[in-house]
């Protein structure tokens, strides 16, 4: 009786010019997907953030304007009754008060545009944030200012950090390497295969269990097998065809890197630009804003004293209200340019757990997300 055999063995192909053997280059292959996934994921994110944070950001924008719009109406308002208390004395004629009329009409109108802007740009910012989103949904308005960073970012520093951390870069390189061993492993498929195997041990034979069992213990026999085995295709159109799609998906990706390098480089220089120069506006509008307000103060003294008309003080007016809402438009684009900046260097995901937004319901009920 034979008793079952105890036969270490090992084999070795050779001809194989990959360091992926079958067996590593399909252990590499079944991880790529989970790889992709995870390299992907930091693209999504950063996307979402970055759309996130600019809605939130123009919903400031939104709110700025609605209360631009309604200081404009109540100093129109309040000029329409300076207007109708001078008609009531005899120092304006009856005619008087219809260019303030009009200047209030469309101070309501902007100030409804406003309104419905603000209300779009809330349901906007409650999808990104997966809340409901329904008819009668508070409204909410933004509760944070912009502030303006003391050191202006660099192209330097900006462009190391957004070649060494772009998400989308990161992730085309993982699938390179990825393409890179599929292309290898293909390739080792157009060699012909030179397999060496080796298998050996001890074996017990005898009439009875216990005897063979016996034997194979005490080592009263030993088995050593060894094969070469050559192996080589004829044709090979299917193994040649992997090789060449293989080959073709890694130029691919090389091509889809290059662009997105050269793409990046751009954005980046633009971005960093636009920083600069969106800062430099929000100096002059802000000094802008200060004289319009000194030049409206002036207005009214000079019309209270009759030595302007009633059009002077609503220019003047309209002037603030202008110079007001490109200034808030300025700093919105600030942090806009910056957000963006920061999704390019991946910056933005190293303070995903420290973002705060700060909202507040329409009625001054304030929450924080």
């Excluded at 293909?186 to 074996?203: F, R």
């Excluded at 088995?223 to 060449?244: D, E, M, N």
């Excluded at 300025?330 to 991946?346: C, N, P, Q, S």
Aim: charged share 25%; aromatic share 4%; with cysteine.
């Amino acid at each position: 009786m034979d008793h079952p055999e105890h036969c270490p063995d090992t084999s070795s192909p050779y001809l194989a010019r990959s360091r992926y053997g079958s067996g590593a280059g399909r252990a590499a292959l079944r991880a790529s997907p989970e790889e992709r996934c995870r390299s992907a994921r930091g693209s999504v994110l950063a996307d979402l953030l970055r759309q996130v944070c600019q809605a939130y950001w123009g919903l400031h924008y939104a709110t700025v304007e609605v209360a631009v719009r309604r200081a404009s109406l109540d100093l129109a308002q309040e000029q329409l009754r300076a207007v109708q208390a001078a008609m009531r004395v005899g120092n304006k004629p009856s005619s008087a008060s219809a260019e303030v009329e009009v200047a209030i009409a469309m101070h309501r109108a902007d100030m409804l545009t406003a309104e419905q802007a603000r209300r779009q740009q809330s349901t906007t910012l409650r999808r990104l944030l997966g809340l409901a989103v329904g008819e009668h949904d508070p409204v909410f308005v933004a509760a944070d200012t912009p502030t303006v960073d003391r050191v202006e970012p660099t192209v330097a520093d900006a462009m190391a950090k957004a070649m060494q951390r772009h998400p989308d870069l990161l992730a085309l390189q993982q699938q390179g390497r990825v393409a890179a061993i599929a292309a290898e492993v293909a390739e080792d498929a157009l060699l012909p295969q030179l397999d060496l195997a080796v298998s050996g041990g001890p074996t017990g034979n005898a009439d009875s269990a216990d005897a063979a069992l016996s034997g194979l213990f005490q080592l009263s026999g030993y088995q050593f097998r060894a094969s070469l085995t050559f192996a080589h295709p004829l044709g090979r159109h299917a193994a040649t065809g992997r090789a060449a799609a293989a080959r073709a998906a890694r130029q691919r990706l090389r091509w889809a890197e290059r662009d997105i390098r050269d793409r990046l480089r751009a954005d980046v220089v633009a971005t960093v630009d636009r920083v600069v120069a969106t800062r430099s506006q929000i100096e002059v509008l802000a000094r802008a804003t200060r004289l319009a307000e000194l030049d409206l103060t002036a207005a009214r003294a000079r019309y209270a004293a009759g030595r302007a008309q009633g059009f002077d003080v609503l220019r003047r007016q309209a002037a603030l209200a202008e110079a007001q809402l490109r200034e808030a438009r300025a700093r919105v684009d600030y942090v806009g340019h910056r957000i963006t900046l920061e999704a390019f260097t991946a910056e933005i995901l190293e303070r995903i757990d420290g973002t705060r937004l700060g909202l507040a319901r329409s009625n001054d009920e304030r929450g924080r997300i």
